[in-house]
């Protein structure tokens, strides 16, 4: 069963030109071709780069925007409301008039206040500066 995906996976008609099979692909007189092997090495480097921006986000961006005086926001949050927020995760972040109209209906508040309940709510999803 593993032979036979393997094979399908390495197929030549799926990977290759019609004229071109994989033993045209092994180095020989001088030529070096790319292997599949070779991005193996990708997945290390990838954790290695994530590693790097981690104590670099640690030891010199917090502390450079520090000394800049560069400021976290203090973003107002949403109060709890059960019926916004259930509507907020399943049916979308910015709802159209006539579902703010129900939902001012079914919560209670205005529009206006569902409204700024929103807008409070997808700021509390935006990603900080720092």
């Known amino acids: 069963m593993l032979q036979t995906l393997y094979d399908y996976f390495w197929w030549e008609r799926l990977w290759l030109p019609v004229n071109l099979t994989w033993a045209d692909l092994e180095d020989k007189d001088g030529r070096v071709y790319a292997k599949a092997s070779d991005l193996y090495i990708t ?9 790097i921006r981690y104590f670099f986000e640690l030891y010199v961006a917090t502390p450079l925007a520090a000394l800049l005086n560069v400021k976290e926001k203090t973003r107002l949050r949403a109060p709890p409301n059960a019926t916004l927020e259930h509507f907020y995760q399943t049916s979308g972040k910015q709802p159209k008039q006539v579902e703010v109209d129900l939902l001012s209906r ?21 990603p900080s500066l720092l």
């Open 106 to 126: 079914q919560s209670g508040l205005s529009g206006r206040q569902v409204e700024r309940w929103f807008r409070r709510r997808r700021n509390q999803d935006r």
């Open 43 to 51: 997945l290390p480097l990838a954790l290695l780069f994530l590693v």
